[in-house]
């Protein structure tokens, strides 16, 4: 069987690598299957980091990807119409992919949304752990695209979003295939060891927040550090950058120019009793193998893009921990105790962590079997 695996494109990201290897290891034991991953992208930039995973750009493939045996699209945005517009056309453009922003919107709408595809094609789509939750009422005003989403989530095999917004937006359809999944780093969570804390390290990371907020977070963290009594530790999420250097020694008092592989930085995550992060798929990662984490985001705005805050706080609201979801609007540069002190409780409430942990095993579990289903039969 032959599964082609279309990704979105993302280079350098810890995160989007750990959700792309949910593929592989979701398919580990089936010999009988030949993953072919694509990419809207350059395909020589890819993001593995490891080499364990080749990808192909989808440029040109079109007959290949719908001549295979089952179409995953997989993860992430790439079905979102604000996505097109705000960071995937531009890409594609630089890219070489298109030359110009009509040819992108045509490509995509072939591609991506299989617009002219017979209805056999469509048999064999499946699609997990995609959102929309960025879009707003622009995607509603482009009749083409809601007219093409509509046809594609009604006559896919399984269509998984992995936030309640993006699935709310079409339950009017009725379809039976319409289904709400964890993210796909989240998918085989069953096969994680569960982190059993005791190590009094806590890890920090912030990577997506504005340049007052990153001084708010190294006040954040030494608070932390003096109530807990826990070393607090920078993780090297992404590559290193000047700004990364800067925040690991304030926070920590050293800096290392090592760039761990993507898979030392995942399994480095074990060593943690406490992850407080702004990034939502280090987060995941996480709570995905047992690792409690607070994640920070901003509430007080209306935000576009891949990277909003509206993802992070309904993936916790998700999981009943919208409480280990912190505004930035509460962060303060100079006194954090009320903050700090709730902190300190969630560290010390391993039942409920492990409770949490268990729900999230549970969503997985479900999806798992799910998934397998609508392959496998």
């Given amino acids: 069987m032959i599964v082609s695996v279309i ?52 440029t040109d493939s079109y007959n290949d990807v719908i001549s295979s045996d089952i179409i995953l699209f997989w993860g992430d945005f790439i079905f979102s119409y604000d996505f097109w517009l705000s960071a995937l056309i531009p890409r594609m453009i630089s890219h070489g992919v298109t030359v ?38 622009t995607s509603l005003c482009c009749e083409r695209y809601f007219r093409s989403m509509c046809r594609l989530i009604k006559k896919a095999r399984l269509v998984c979003f992995r936030d309640a917004l993006s699935y709310a937006r079409f339950t009017f359809l009725g379809s039976p295939a319409l289904k709400l999944v964890p993210d796909c780093a989240m998918l085989n969570s069953n096969k994680y060891p569960l982190g059993l804390g005791g190590n009094n390290r806590i890890g920090v990371y912030i990577g997506r927040s504005e340049k007052l907020d990153q001084l708010k977070f190294v006040s954040l963290a030494r608070s932390i550090k003096k109530k807990v009594k826990m070393d607090v530790e920078w993780i090297q999420w992404f590559p290193r950058k000047t700004r990364d250097k800067r ?46 984490a607070i994640l920070i985001g901003y509430g007080a705005r209306h935000e576009k893009g891949t990277l909003g805050s509206k993802k992070k706080e309904t993936l916790f609201s998700s999981f009943f921990i919208q409480d280990y979801y912190v505004f930035w609007e509460s962060v303060s540069l100079f006194n954090n105790a009320d903050l700090v002190n709730m902190i300190d409780l969630k560290l010390k409430n391993k039942s409920l962590n492990s409770q949490v942990s268990s729900l999230i095993r549970c969503a997985a579990k479900d999806a798992s079997d799910h998934l397998k289903k609508s392959i496998f039969g």
């Fill in 7 to 58: 990704c979105a494109y993302n280079p350098n990201n810890t995160g989007m690598y750990t959700v792309d290897k949910a593929v592989s290891d979701f398919f580990e034991n089936h010999s009988d299957i030949e993953l072919v991953f694509y990419i809207v992208g350059d395909a020589d930039k890819s993001r593995d980091g490891e080499g364990n995973i080749v990808y192909k750009s989808i």
């Fill in 100 to 137: 110009d922003f009509e040819s992108s919107v045509e490509f995509l709408y072939k591609y991506i949304l299989l617009e002219g595809a017979d209805d056999s094609v469509f048999s064999k789509v499946i699609i997990y752990g995609t959102t929309i939750v960025a879009d707003d009422s």
């Fill in 247 to 292: 925040l690991s020694f304030l926070i920590s008092g050293s800096v290392s120019d090592e760039r761990p592989k993507p898979s030392q930085v995942v399994n480095g995550l074990y060593q943690y009793d406490l992850i407080v992060t702004d990034v939502y798929h280090l987060a995941v990662n996480s709570w995905a193998r047992g690792v409690p």
